[in-house]
């Protein structure tokens, strides 16, 4: 099995310097922010966002070492990634994220709301300030797909005749977009042409869809312990995801107690039961795999380095986390 | 008494293409918001964000005709302030706004949390479509002290000891500062020059400041029906203003109200009475005259027309609105 640490190294130090870096650079304009930052960023985070984006950027500087904007850029995204967690538990109500307790249910909703809107105000910011109106465009609309997805999502929820095609596309505008348009970004810093830039842009989102997919099966599999929050809690909440719906195809019963929203005492139980009893799980996988091998794909255009090895390995990493 | 609509009128024709295109822009992507939209946008706001920077497109661009781009701006400046209201009555609680139910209070703090990053969102990304770096950066400036605004002003409820500039610097990061960046990334659209376009922040900036203090002086003058909300309500919740920082150097009393946070029964109507019976209401008054009077000086630099004259009128709107 691939770890993390090993996958990152060539990365480990500038992923050391950009730990240092949020915390300095969210928590500076006000105490209360930098106290939030702290709990945050120091709560386990797997780092894959900004890991990816300074794997792009090594990959794609070869000789040359990576500028301040690359680092800049990485820090962004994961500010980005952090404020929508943070107005995502708000929305969803969740007490727990990562095993420890999420800001609005430690601090209430008022400083959950103001602490995500800062987050990404200051990414915005920083954002102008990289100079680059290319990359402003791509991160501005991957901020504007996660609110869409969002809303989009609570339109959903209990559809049992949405298909995966409609999940897929909901997975891009949830996770996806920000892996996507910010491995684009990376390659933009660095000069790339517009065919490599694009190509980035697809190893980023095929990545991120393989990542959601493993995540949503995790749903069924995980422990409570490894997911920090109940088994089982997407679909309760009607969010109707990869292996459920391959699910409904094979068990007629699962659309009934889905269709109910689980209203009779068991309901859930039993709805996880037909799930793991049937083969959506596996089929899900199977997309999983598909996805992540057509991420590798995509990082033919760039030439052989230890960095682009990693993005490889990534892919597997991705997969490894099913087993 | 110079009114609202003959003060717009070089701009009323502009202002109704905007009110239209909000609409549209805010609502193309979800029915829901589309919904929302309407309801915020319909709900007798007075655009005067907008009129404001649509005069000043007009002021700097004197013969030749205003660009969309400019129209842009003016509609992302009032996206930028409505995201931030619906967010600030989530923060708030607020039940009412402008005498309608608020969308937090209609649709749930989920919706509301949404709908405002769908805002925020969608300025941002029209912001990055604008092409222009220099506005960019003034508009996410702006993002980004509204939400360091709320959380200072958070940090400082009930406490007696606020200077008034402190209080200023507060009302700048909470109000001003859309008024102040909007205005010179309008003249910077037109190509005006560096001195011109810090002109026209200095006039965005004062008009503004006038504009917060005469809003916090209705709070204690204007009646429930005029405000939307209940009188008081600023001070209530702990927000000292100006006519309370003045009142407090005058009444040593007000100060163990405030202090004991309104504790006992019939404590907020003492305390309104008090700062009724001061100079403050009076202080407060000149303080808001000498920013606008501020402002005007700033618009010596732009050469005379229709657009200008109306701009010199706003900051007397702007006070008249105090009798």
Redesign the interface.
């Given at each position: 099995m691939t770890s993390a640490t090993f996958l990152f190294s060539p990365v480990e130090a500038d992923l050391q310097i950009l730990s240092e870096n949020l915390i300095q650079l969210v928590g500076t304009?006000?105490p209360?922010?930098f106290a939030a930052a702290k709990h945050l960023f120091g709560a386990g985070g797997k780092r894959l966002r900004p890991a990816i984006v300074l794997l792009v950027s090594r990959a794609t500087m070869l000789d040359e070492d990576i500028t301040l904007r690359h680092r800049r850029l990485a820090e962004i995204t994961e500010m980005i990634h952090t404020a929508s967690l943070i107005?995502d538990d708000?929305?969803?109500?969740s007490a727990m994220r990562r095993g420890v307790p999420t800001i609005h249910s430690l601090f209430g909703?008022?400083?959950a709301?103001?602490?995500?809107?800062?987050f990404?105000?200051?990414s915005?910011?920083y954002?102008?300030?990289l100079?680059n109106?290319e990359v402003?465009?791509l991160l501005?609309?991957v901020?504007?797909d996660?609110?869409?997805g969002?809303?989009?999502q609570?339109?959903t929820l209990f559809n049992t005749s949405l298909s995966i095609e409609a999940y897929l596309k909901k997975s891009y505008y949830k996770t996806a977009t920000l892996f996507a348009n910010s491995c684009k970004a990376a390659g933009v810093l660095s000069g790339v042409s517009n065919e490599v830039a694009e190509h980035l842009y697809c190893y980023g989102r095929d990545i991120g869809l393989a990542f959601q997919i493993v995540d949503d099966i995790f749903d069924f599999t995980g422990s409570a312990d490894v997911l920090g929050k109940p088994a089982g809690s997407d679909l309760k909440s009607g969010n109707l995801t990869a292996p459920v719906l391959f699910a409904l195809a094979e068990k007629p019963y699962l659309e009934v107690l889905i269709e109910r929203e689980f209203a009779q005492k068991g309901d859930l139980e039993q709805a996880i039961a037909l799930i793991q009893d049937s083969k959506g799980l596996e089929q899900a996988r199977e997309l999983a795999k598909q996805h992540a091998t057509q991420a590798v794909e995509h990082l033919n255009v760039l030439p052989p380095s230890e960095s682009r090895q990693a993005l490889i390995n990534m892919a597997d990493y991705v997969l490894t986390r099913l087993y």
């Open positions: 304009r006000h209360k922010l107005h708000v929305v969803d109500e909703n008022g400083v709301v103001l602490a995500g809107d800062f990404f105000a200051q915005s910011w954002l102008a300030n100079d109106l402003v465009k501005s609309e901020i504007m996660f609110a869409a969002e809303i989009q609570g339109d």
